[in-house]
T-cell receptor, first 113, second 111 residues
Framework: NAGVTQTPKFRILKIGQSMTLQCTQDMNHNYMYWYRQDPGMGLKLIYYSVGAGITDKGEVPNGYNVSRSTTEDFPLRLELAAPSQTSVYFC????????????FGSGTRLTVV | QKEVEQDPGPLSVPEGAIVSLNCTYSNSAFQYFMWYRQYSRKGPELLMYTYSSGNKEDGRFTAQVDKSSKYISLFIRDSQPSDSATYLCAMTGGSNYKLTFGKGTLLTVNP
């Protein structure tokens, strides 16, 4: 099982550029999440989805957009990149029922210069 | 008051020590408690999860929940250098769809 796959692993963007961070899971999980992690700040939820076609904002959604057209994929779009978006981004997925906890991807390290 | 508080450390111990990592929380609806381990430059991985109060043991790791005090702990016995990582607690009420995470404690086990 691949679990949660994120691409790319690293990226340098110039201010004002746009990009899409890709996330795919093969566990048939309904729930998917995007977090950013800054040093000493913990995980901050950007957007989440409880199923295909349903997305909602987390605590830090500004400057980002998401879509969920399939169960497997949950891409994160950055429009007009800013230095404040320099961070490590993690995608995660979780199942329903009695299995608790999320599976995380290995992260995308993004630098905006 | 934040929903989940976790001392960020850093915590440095000698190899073989017993390590205690802790989180406190304020939401009495939380019933499911998890510990994640995150190695440097990697994603968090689920280490253990427990339901309600009590202890759960898995090898050198023991998770403990005291709902009356709103306090959870992770104990690591005979700590190894390979245990060096950031440990995050997480918790939720009845649904898996939205976990609340602590900020993580950075642990270093010195050979």
């Amino acid at each position: 099982n691949a679990g949660v796959t994120q691409t790319p692993k690293f990226r340098i963007l110039k201010i004002g550029q746009s990009m899409t961070l890709q996330c795919t899971q093969d566990m048939n999980h309904n729930y998917m999440y995007w977090y950013r992690q800054d040093p000493g700040m913990g995980l901050k939820l950007i957007y989440y989805s409880v199923g295909a076609g349903i997305t909602d904002k987390g605590e830090v959604p500004n400057g980002y957009n998401v879509s969920r057209s399939t169960t497997e994929d949950f891409p994160l779009r950055l429009e007009l990149a800013a230095p404040s978006q320099t961070s490590v981004y993690f995608c995660a997925s979780g199942g329903t029922g009695t299995v608790y906890g999320y599976t995380f991807g290995s992260g995308t390290r993004l630098t905006v210069v | 008051q934040k929903e989940v508080e976790q001392d960020p450390g850093p915590l440095s111990v000698p190899e073989g020590a017993i390590v205690s990592l802790n989180c406190t929380y304020s939401n009495s609806a939380f019933q499911y408690f998890m510990w994640y381990r995150q190695y440097s430059r990697k994603g968090p991985e689920l280490l253990m999860y427990t339901y309600s109060s009590g202890n759960k043991e898995d090898g050198r790791f023991t998770a403990q929940v005291d709902k009356s005090s709103k306090y959870i702990s992770l104990f690591i016995r005979d700590s190894q250098p390979s245990d060096s990582a950031t440990y995050l607690c997480a918790m939720t009420g009845g649904s898996n769809y939205k976990l609340t995470f602590g900020k993580g404690t950075l642990l270093t086990v010195n050979p």
